[in-house]
């Protein structure tokens, strides 16, 4: 079946610009996470969906960073003002959502370069 | 979430067995030992996971410690579309909703050779 998918793959800005990332996950995964991959570092997470709700939102790094589940599937990460820190790849995945050892399958990412 | 360490990097032979070793000497009773790999320019993919007893997939084996401080990932046969970065990562068991993220170190980047 179709695994979990991001748009753009590729995304260049300039510094102050407003972005939007979008996630499908899997059909059928309730759950939903973001994270954030710098270069040589392992993925970084940002902010955990339960449905259509927040369920965590703890690594979001500041008030520039918001994300959103409106309907339970689809999921748009939003970046205002950007900046060049901002520069990584933007990794969706999703689950069954069942606490334990819910399996996350990822997306293959969305490289955003703000220059 | 308690640390797991990897080395760096490892290299081993096309065909060969590889032993990716993780040691984690503040796990939990209620943590799991769970094993992603991200191939160039992908996303990480699930491995294995396994708590106490050394486990078996078609793509690895998990050897776990009897003391559970470390575990090795075992790739019986490597081929070069092996070569990823390897991440071992703790997950308690106990987790509620909310608290069900991923926490990455830098795992060992492993090199096939052919």
């Known amino acids: 079946g179709a695994g979990v998918s991001q748009t753009p793959s590729n995304k260049v800005t300039e510094k102050g610009k407003y972005v939007e990332l979008r996630c499908d996950p899997i059909?059928?995964?309730?759950?939903l996470y973001w994270y954030r991959q710098s270069l040589g570092q392992g993925p970084e997470f940002l902010i955990y969906f339960q449905g259509t709700g927040a369920a965590d939102d703890s690594g979001l790094p500041n008030d520039r960073f918001f994300a959103v589940r409106p309907e339970g599937s689809v999921s748009t990460l939003k970046i205002q003002r950007t900046e060049r820190g901002d520069s990584a790849v933007y990794l969706c995945a999703s689950s069954y959502g069942v606490p334990d050892t819910d399996t996350q399958y990822f997306g293959p990412g969305t490289r955003l370069t703000v220059l | 979430d308690a640390k797991t360490t990897q080395p760096n990097s490892m290299e081993s032979n096309e065909e060969e067995p590889v032993h990716l070793p993780c040691n984690h000497s503040?796990?939990?009773?209620?943590?799991?030992i769970h094993w992603y790999r991200q191939l160039p320019s992908q996303g990480p993919e699930y491995v294995i996971h396994?708590?106490?007893s050394n486990v078996n997939n078609r793509m690895a084996s998990l050897a776990i410690a009897e003391d559970r401080k470390s575990s090795t990932l075992i790739l019986h046969r490597a081929t070069l579309r092996d070569a990823a970065v390897y991440y071992c990562?703790?997950?308690?068991?106990?987790?509620?909703?909310?608290?069900?993220?991923?926490?990455f170190g830098t795992g060992t980047r492993l090199t096939i050779i052919p």
């Open positions: 059909s059928g995964h309730t759950a």
């Open positions: 503040t796990i939990s009773g209620t943590d799991y």
């Open positions: 990562i703790l997950r308690d068991v106990k987790t509620n909703f909310g608290n069900e993220k991923l926490t």
């Open positions: 396994g708590l106490t």
